[in-house]
Nanobody
Framework: QVQLVESGGELVQAGGSLRLSCATS?????????VGWFRQAPAKEREFVAA???????YYAESVKGRFTVSRDNAKNTVYLQMNSLKPEDTAVYYC????????????????WGQGTQVTVSS
């Protein structure tokens, strides 16, 4: 049974940093999977944030480029999202999701999802 568990979300002041983790289990070969990060703010649709494919190539939404960094540790079956220079508009529930091999900016392309972790950035 595949599971994705996000952690690391909390309340932080604007300009601060957080590192989110997406710990996975149940994959036969985690290194074959791409992992995406999405977020959903209150009253808004879920949006793409960042992703890393099975070759560790990374992709970012324009709104986070230069501030967020996605990485993976295949030995720990975990993907990280380092978030720096946080802004109040980054406040959202952050989700990680997985699909085989290649990344996608569309949430509909992902097969497995975590439960989310709340990030709140105060001004």
């Amino acid at each position: 049974q595949v599971q994705l568990v996000e952690s690391g979300g909390e309340l932080v002041q604007a300009g601060g940093s957080l590192r989110l983790s997406c710990a996975t289990s149940g994959f036969t070969s985690f290194r074959d999977y791409a992992v995406g990060w999405f977020r959903q703010a209150p009253a808004k649709e879920r949006e793409f944030v960042a992703a890393i494919n099975h070759w560790s190539t990374t992709y970012y939404a324009e709104s986070v480029k230069g501030r967020f960094t996605v990485s993976r540790d295949n030995a720990k079956n975990t993907v990280y999202l380092q978030m720096n220079s946080l802004k109040p508009e980054d406040t959202a529930v952050y989700y990680c999701a997985a699909r085989k091999f290649l990344t996608s900016m569309s949430q509909n392309d992902y097969d497995y999802w975590g439960q989310g972790t709340q990030v709140t950035v105060s001004s």
